[in-house]
């Protein structure tokens, strides 16, 4: 199984990297892929040494898969060559994800959508990810009306500048780059990527539509606020759900407890929930501050914490190529 990662040498391809090799992936050969400016570099993977190579060399080594993280452009130009070569590409970036024709795969939810006909597949925007992993049990079982998010998301969904950037201003430095328009630490900034029209940001619409698309019902409303604060380890979401239909909070638990790809932690009698510093490289999807909205009949509040940079976006995308393999689609 030849595995080729494009855009091996940023933030989220270093990762995919990682997770390729604490899972284990049955891989044959692994084709490090970047731009001409990093073309020669070596990359270290499960002992041995791998030169970067350039999209052309990539493409005619024919890799079984490609997992991309080089942003919308690279992708719209290169997965349909990679793909006309015979390789599935398994993309990170929002280029195919409100396609019609591509699948949006979160595999706790929606991997058995896919088929061997599917040679670009779209990985979801992390903060959508980590939020239907938690949604599909209760959907499936109470039927969701409405969702009402509000994000908390660490710097480094924006990138290394940020981290950067945040760390500068941390220890006094204010000449350093700028990710953002304003400073970042000691603040809060209520824009995660451009403005649209309507006055949400892309990254707000994209979690309206991309929950959707995964959850296969456009009838479940979906509104968003997405806001950047100054921390590492992973993205925080505060969610209110109604249902139609009514609910036990010991089922809820249960229910969540026993989902896959869950881990809840509930016990706010002792100060147990969850929080980026405990989600950080891990894997999962961590649920807490599990209550009732007392406001409204059938609905439901909860607080879902996970690894941007791992499910949010590598270890979902490694995932979906598990799947792929198990399920003999490739
Ligand atoms: C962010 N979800 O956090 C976006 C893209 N990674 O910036």
Redesign the pocket.
Known sequence: MKIAVVGATGLVGTVMLKVLEERNFPLTELIPVASEKSVGKEISFKGKKYAVVNMETAIAMRPDIALFSAGGGTSTTYAPLFAEAGTTVIDNSSAWRMDPSKKLIVPEVNASELSIDDKIIANP???TIQMVVALKPLHDKYRIKRVVVSTY??V???GVKAVEQMMNERNGITDGPMAYAYPIDLNVIPQ??VFTENGYTK?EM?MILETRKIMGDDSIKVTAT?V?IPVMGG?SESVNIEFENDFDLADVRDLLTKTEGIIVVDDPANLKYPMPKDAHEKDEVFVGRIRRDESLPNTLNMWIVAD?LRK??ATNAVQIAEYLVKSELI
Request: net charge neutral; hydrophobic share 10%.
């Open positions: 925007n992390c903060s998301q660490s480094t969904g924006t995660i990527d990254e994209k997405t950047r993205h941007n949010g976006a």
